[in-house]
C-alpha cells in the first residue's frame, strides 16, 4: 500500500499545481450548437511493417450522417462503430499503428482476427494536447450517464488503477477516465449519450434501437 501511494502521489501533485491551469482551460467557448461530428474528418488505423510503416487514410465522419454511431474502443448498416485507441490509459496501446493490427490478429485474440468495425489511428483524447474531436466529444457530454456524474475530479484518480500516475495534464471531470468508455451518437451527429467503462456493451441496445427508430 505505501508503494501504491508513493506512486499515485505525483499524479495528485500534478493535479495540484495544474488546478489553475484546468480552470482556464475549462473555461473556454462553448461548443457551437450547430457542430456535429460529421464536421471533422479522422484517420483511418495505419498498417506496414516497423520497416515500412503505412500512414492511415483520410476518414471524414460526414460518410456516416443518418447513421447511429458508437463510439468506442449485432446490427446492420443502420449502426457503425468506430474503435479509437489511445495510449492514455496505462501505456496499453501499441505506438505504431502495425503493431496494434499484427497483435490483434496473431497474439490476442489472435487466430487471424480482424476487427469488423472502423479503428482509426491512435489519438490523444485527454490533456493540453488532446484532438478536437475529443474536446467537441467531452464538451457535448461532460460525464457518462451512470457514473453518478458531479462526485468532483477525484472520480478520475478514484476509477484509474492505483499503481500508476495519470498519463496527461490537466486534468478535468470531464476527461474520459479508462478505455472502454463509449460515445452514442445520433443520425444527425450529435453525442446522444455517454457510457463509462463498467457499462456492458450488451446494455446499449435499448439506446442504439431508440436512435435508429428515431
Not at 471533422?40 to 456516416?64: H, I, W
Not at 490509459?89 to 485474440?109: A, I, S, W
Request: net charge positive.
Amino acid at each position: 500500500m505505501l508503494t501504491q501511494r508513493a506512486v499515485v502521489a505525483p499524479a495528485r501533485l500534478a493535479r495540484a499545481r495544474s488546478r489553475t491551469r484546468g480552470l482556464a482551460r475549462g473555461a473556454r467557448a462553448q461548443t457551437n450548437a450547430s457542430q456535429t461530428i460529421h464536421d471533422f474528418t479522422l484517420k483511418t488505423l495505419g498498417g506496414g511493417t516497423r520497416e515500412a510503416p503505412t500512414e492511415g487514410a483520410d476518414l471524414p465522419l460526414s460518410q456516416y450522417k443518418g447513421k447511429v454511431v458508437l463510439i468506442n474502443n449485432k446490427y446492420g448498416d443502420d449502426l457503425v462503430i468506430l474503435g479509437v485507441p489511445c495510449n492514455q490509459f496505462g501505456h496499453q496501446c501499441y505506438d505504431k499503428d502495425f503493431e496494434l493490427l499484427n497483435t490483434l490478429k496473431y497474439v490476442r485474440p489472435g487466430n487471424g482476427y480482424e476487427p469488423k468495425f472502423q479503428i482509426t489511428g491512435k489519438m490523444t483524447i485527454n490533456g493540453e494536447d488532446e484532438d478536437a474531436f475529443w474536446t467537441f466529444l467531452k464538451r457535448a457530454i461532460p460525464y457518462p450517464a451512470d457514473d453518478n456524474g458531479g462526485r468532483g475530479d477525484d472520480f478520475i484518480y478514484n476509477t484509474q488503477p492505483n499503481s500508476m500516475p495519470l498519463q496527461w495534464s490537466p486534468v478535468r471531470r470531464s476527461d474520459v477516465v479508462w478505455n472502454f468508455e463509449k460515445f452514442l451518437i445520433g443520425k444527425d451527429g450529435k453525442p446522444a449519450k455517454r457510457y463509462s467503462p463498467k457499462f456492458e456493451n450488451a446494455n446499449l441496445t435499448a439506446d442504439i434501437d431508440a436512435l435508429i427508430k428515431a
